[in-house]
């Protein structure tokens, strides 16, 4: 008997022992973001179970084992409560979504930036022709697809370095800038304030701000909101992490009028705030809703912000809506948190709907194909599609051309060129063929950052901070250059404005002049 319990013992020491390894062997293979924690988790649920082993089992006699154990779970829970009292948790370290943790005394990341005040009156950015410069007036270029058929500037950066023009801090947030003439607009947070900050685009001056009492916490994402501003004509429209739709003077930052979507999404607002950056179609400012319930999208008129019509739909996400002409007819497409769906810009009415369910969160924006093909992409192994919608008697039609696992987007959007689509598939840059869905190659690690096409090249924002210019080429993954640009996590898309690149995170914002591109 004694000898079956010894037995028994090594046995289970061994398996205690193994528990780690294997379980990360298992998720090795494994695309799911999950594995992520696997790494995280299984070191310490195996050091825990050895420990166990070891005082429940381990040689000596059976008083001597439990003063053991009973030294164990003091050390534990001694150990835990000292974490617990010096230690607080501040968000994720990256898009793995693993918990980052700091001293309970170090500054909240928007604290010890000071107060937003103007150094330069809100006229000096009246100059409209800046030498180089191109509007880019909304998130993610001229049609909120990330994608430039050519530029004014040089991605020879191995001859052509860029010249940074400005560094400074900034509040809070993952918002982007969008630029008109000499003036930069982003959002962000300091302290209780979300703020509409205007900058020079040539001085990093602070023309102007506006301010809200309101303040988004999320818990993956830290505070702070993340949308990025519309402008069209002489005015501004953002959306704020809390809800707030406010439409301001591009000269001087003054509220024309305001309207607080928050309270009226009835206990479903998101979990991580509202990213949608505001569309402007035909007179009409639309944003998005309350997650996972109607209403999905919102019109507001852009002179007056009285409503116009509102999608009720099944409810949101975090993409933002494109207008997009398919098969002749033009609609808004937007990727909401249970399917993808097209409406009709003036009356607001679904003209077609594609299920797709899933309870983690959409954030790509769709990508047109041809005529009548929509790309949706999304991370947390949603998948994704290439979708065929048309136009019949009846009716309208959406059939799946292919679906894959291959190209796992998360925060960022893929990019088309040719019968290609590149993206961040899980951290990774990924090639694939839109006429199969099979990958093409994958190579390259930027974790859980953005990027933008321009011609033929990719400028990727790394995770890490880094800006980098990848070939867009079908045949083989290859980078060609990469800058050192911010020290922390950067899930901020970049704004090219011609010449011009600005990239931010929540602490710092950068500008940068490019060379011209010689023909």
Known sequence: ????????????????????????????????????????????????????????????????????????????????????????????????????????????????????????????GDQIDVE??????????????????????????????????????????????????????????????????????????????HSDQARLEASMGGPGPRSTPTVIGEKVYTFGGTGILNCLDLKTGELIWTQDIGPQMEGHFPDWGKSTSPLAVDGLIIVSGAENVGPTLLAFDAETGKRSWVYEGRGASYSSPRLLELDGVTQIVSI?????????????????????????????????????????????????????????????????VWKTKKLKTKFSSPVIRGDYAYGLDGGIMACIDLKTGKKVWKGGRYGFGQQLLIGDVMLVQTEKGGVAIVKADSQAYEELFQIKVLDHMTWNVPTLAGQYLLVRNDREAVCYRLAKRED
């Open 1 to 124: 008997m004694k000898g079956f319990l010894k037995m028994l013992r090594i046995i289970i020491g061994v398996l205690c022992a193994a528990f780690a390894p294997v379980w990360m062997l298992m998720a090795w293979g494994s695309e799911d973001f999950a594995r992520y924690w696997v790494y995280l988790v299984a070191p310490i649920v195996g050091v825990i179970l050895l420990a166990l082993w070891y005082a429940l089992m381990g040689p000596g006699a059976w008083k001597i084992r439990l003063k053991r154990f009973a030294g164990f779970v003091v050390v534990l829970l001694v150990g835990g409560g000292i974490f617990k009292s010096l230690t607080r948790y501040e968000g994720s370290t990256s898009g793995t979504s693993l918990p980052r943790f700091v001293w309970k005394w170090t500054p909240v990341v928007d604290e010890e930036i000071a107060s937003a005040k103007p150094v330069s009156a809100a006229g000096d």
């Open 132 to 209: 180089g410069a191109v509007d880019s007036a909304q998130f993610l270029g001229p049609q909120r697809d990330g994608m430039w058929q050519q530029s004014e500037a040089s991605f020879d950066w191995d001859k052509n370095p860029p010249e940074e023009l400005w560094r400074q801090p900034i509040g809070a947030g993952w918002s982007s800038f969008a630029v008109v003439g000499r003036r930069a607009l982003t959002q962000e947070q300091r302290r209780e304030e979300e703020l509409v900050t205007c900058y020079d685009l040539l001085s990093g001056d602070l023309l102007w701000v």
């Open 336 to 400: 909401n948190g249970l399917d993808a769906s097209g409406i009709d810009p003036v009356t607001g009415k679904e003209l077609w709907s594609f299920d797709w369910p899933g309870k983690y969160p959409k954030v790509a924006q769709p990508l047109k194909v041809g005529k009548d093909q929509v790309l949706v992409t999304a991370g947390y192994g949603a998948g994704s599609f290439l979708l065929k919608i048309q136009k019949k008697q009846d009716g309208w039609s959406v059939d799946t």
